[in-house]
């Protein structure tokens, strides 16, 4: 058996480690946000508990600008994952789209 590789075989990985690099940042992307929600969560729970153990009334309506902030930045940071989660491709699909247009002029 030899240590070489078949152009098959080579391609094949070459692939595999594109795909594993491809899904460690669509993980990296997800683990992100999930990160930020949690964290957003907890601080914001612990407010919340906070003041009912202190008696305080609390409502959404009144609740610190800081929360409405964060929550806005949480917002944003999801649409942002969302969206390139969703547009990893897209420049393949343009560009196809592209050359398939310019094939079907030059006929």
Do not use: Y
Request: charged share 15%; with cysteine.
């Amino acid at each position: 058996m030899n240590d070489f590789a078949t152009p098959t075989q080579a391609t094949s990985s070459t692939d595999d480690k594109e795909l594993q690099e491809q899904a460690k940042k669509r993980v990296d992307i997800k683990l992100g946000f999930l990160t930020h929600l949690l964290v957003f969560c907890c601080v914001n729970g612990g407010f919340f508990l906070l003041g009912q153990l202190s008696g305080r009334e609390w409502h959404f309506g009144h609740a610190p600008f800081p929360l409405w902030g964060w929550a806005l930045g949480l917002a944003i940071h999801g649409v942002a994952s969302w969206a390139s989660l969703q547009g990893q491709g897209l420049r393949s699909r343009m560009m196809a789209q592209e050359l398939a247009q310019l094939r079907r002029q030059q006929q």
